[in-house]
């Protein structure tokens, strides 16, 4: 596909791959696309837009004060998908539960799942910040929170949009890994990084170092090899980034390589982990394989993990191969010493 043309043309394009498309998932990406155009909208006026910025003084399902920012994003993916009838069901970060479409209104055939608002800490500071999605195919007409517990392999689209510098949406359909750029004067996303691939040796490493005396050793170790940078194993310098907006991290490593973790830890075990399976592990670890890299708890393919509750948190550790074998490796040998399962057979 060549660089210039639209989110809308290159889909279109997709569609005519698939005899049998009925260009409905074409419709619901146009209405993803538009939301995501009304939230960097609200996004990039900043302070002057009266209650975008700040605390909405309410809590999610997972003990997380919510910023206004963080409702609003959510109220606009559910307004853009309710009417259209291409979503049977919906998912967010900031819903305790599913969400159904009311009976007024046709149910599609896809399970819409999303984190509306990702990286919210940065908000008030005019720090990156994103939205991220994934699409299912919903198993029935009516659906219920079983439908959505499926293992990322199944996703058939996922993606995310940075609101940085630029706003930019990057997707995958299971075709490569695309990126696009929101040009501002003519309201359309343009692709300006046609098939990402992560480079598979890079020098920089993204991780909450604060968490560390927290860490299990393999991630520890890793960690003390690249902080001996050319005097220890790796033989080469490093350097640390931590934006703290998964988007944001992530999009560096699609465009430069590294690793980014968010590892289980001994503050966040009771839990799972930190980051959550639906509308973040999965949708990134999907754009990530599909660029080349690999995406991992430590011990297992995230993709492959059949998920057992709607918010559930896992570890995530994903990048560059080179790096992500170091990683695996270290927990190889953890695992073994541990009497842990350990999934990664190419280790
Ligand atoms: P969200 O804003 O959707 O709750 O997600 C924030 C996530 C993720 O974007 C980031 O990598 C991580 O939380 C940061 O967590 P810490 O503040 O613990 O570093
Ligand atoms: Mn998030
Ligand atoms: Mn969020």
Request: hydrophobic share 35%; with cysteine; glycine share 8%.
């Amino acid at each position: 596909m060549q660089i210039g043309t639209t989110l809308s043309q290159y889909l279109i394009e997709e569609q005519r791959q698939h005899p049998t498309a009925t260009g409905e998932f074409t419709m619901l990406m146009n209405d993803i696309e538009v939301a995501c155009k009304q939230i960097a909208a609200a996004v990039k006026k900043g302070q002057l837009a009266p209650n975008v910025l700040g605390s909405a003084g309410t809590g999610n399902i997972q003990g997380e004060e919510q910023k206004n920012l963080d409702i609003i994003a959510n109220k606009l993916f559910l307004q853009n998908n309710v009417w259209r009838g291409h979503v049977a069901a919906m998912c967010s970060e900031e819903m305790d539960e599913i969400y159904q479409i009311p009976p007024e209104y046709p149910r599609g055939k896809y399970l819409l799942i999303f984190d509306p608002l990702d990286g919210s800490s940065n908000i008030d500071i005019n720090g990156p910040i994103g939205t991220i999605f994934s699409i299912l195919r919903s198993p029935s007409p009516n659906p219920v929170e079983e439908d959505f517990l499926r293992p990322g392999v199944e996703q058939i689209c996922a993606g995310y949009v940075l609101y940085g510098s630029a706003t930019m949406m990057v997707i995958t359909t299971g075709h490569g890994t695309h990126g696009f750029t929101l040009d501002p004067d003519i309201g359309e996303f343009i692709l300006t990084h046609a098939d990402m691939k992560i480079p598979e040796t890079a020098s920089e490493y993204s991780i909450n170092h604060s968490n560390r005396r927290e860490w299990e050793a393999p991630v520890l170790e890793y960690v003390k090899a690249r902080e001996a940078g050319k005097n220890g194993v790796c033989k080469k310098n490093y350097t640390l980034r931590w934006v703290g907006a998964m988007v944001m991290d992530v999009h560096r490593i699609l465009l430069r390589g590294g690793m980014f973790s968010y590892p289980i830890d001994e503050r966040t075990r009771a839990q799972g982990g930190r980051l959550r399976i639906l509308y973040e592990a999965n949708p990134m670890a999907f754009l990530v394989e599909q660029a080349g890299g690999i995406a991992s708890t430590g011990y297992q393919r995230i993709l492959d993990i059949k998920p057992t509750k709607l918010h559930q948190r896992i570890p995530v550790m994903l990048g560059s191969k080179n790096e992500l074998y170091d990683l695996l490796k270290a927990h190889k040998k953890y695992a073994l010493e541990n009497n842990l399962e350990f999934h990664h057979k190419e280790i």
